[in-house]
């Protein structure tokens, strides 16, 4: 009950203070397994796209977190797992360690996913090259939908360093669904989804 007041009060509050606007350009929203790929600036990246989804698909949507940052403090923890349920992956993890395992485990279970391909927060406006992670999930789970995502302007609500937040208008945009295609390389493939987020931003 806790968390899902909590969860009601952060939505309220992240939509009065980003607006929180979705702008569905390639595809409607829609109850079928995804995996959601975005560009990622800031912490408030989880945050506003789980903000940004309808109510039915925030229920079977899981953002993927880095375990050091969200673990780091019990409330974080709790309102990681109670209320977002993310997926905690480890940055600091041992060579023997998948760091696939938790998000394959997600999506055999049928959750759709929210996946942050650069693996850690740029600061150029320009998302760095995607790692293979999109990639080996794609082609291991062919039938879940891959969806672009371009998050805008959320780095300027809470930047890097920050903890209070500040109102700005942010939105994101989902572009058309892709995959990969037959014989299509690993790196052809990344850069191609690259680019499909990155053509968003003007959108």
Not at 31 to 58: C, G, T
Not at 136 to 150: D, E, G, S
Request: aromatic fraction near 10%; glycine fraction near 6%.
């Amino acid at each position: 009950m806790l968390a899902k007041l909590m969860s009601y009060f952060l939505l309220g509050l992240i939509r009065f203070l980003t607006g929180a606007q979705a702008r569905w350009h390639g595809c409607p929203p829609k109850a079928e397994q995804r995996i959601y790929f975005a560009n990622h600036q800031s912490h408030a990246d989880l945050v506003m796209i789980w903000a940004a989804l309808p109510k039915e698909l925030r229920h079977i949507t899981r953002a993927i977190a880095a375990k050091d940052y969200w673990t780091k403090s019990p409330f974080r923890q709790w309102l990681t797992t109670e209320v977002f349920h993310v997926i905690y992956v480890s940055r600091d993890r041992t060579s023997d360690e998948d760091p696939l395992e938790p998000l394959i485990e997600a999506l055999a279970n049928g959750d759709s996913i929210i996946l942050f391909p650069e693996g850690t927060r740029g600061h150029t406006g320009e998302p760095q090259a995607f790692k293979a992670g999109l990639y080996n999930l794609a082609t291991r789970f062919p039938n879940v939908v891959l969806v672009p995502a371009w998050i805008n302007n959320v780095q300027h609500v809470l930047p890097k360093g920050e903890v209070v937040p500040v109102p700005v208008l942010c939105s994101v945009t989902f572009g058309a669904p892709m995959q990969v295609a037959d014989g299509e390389e690993r790196r052809t493939f990344l850069d191609r989804a690259r680019n499909a987020v990155v053509a968003l931003r003007d959108v």
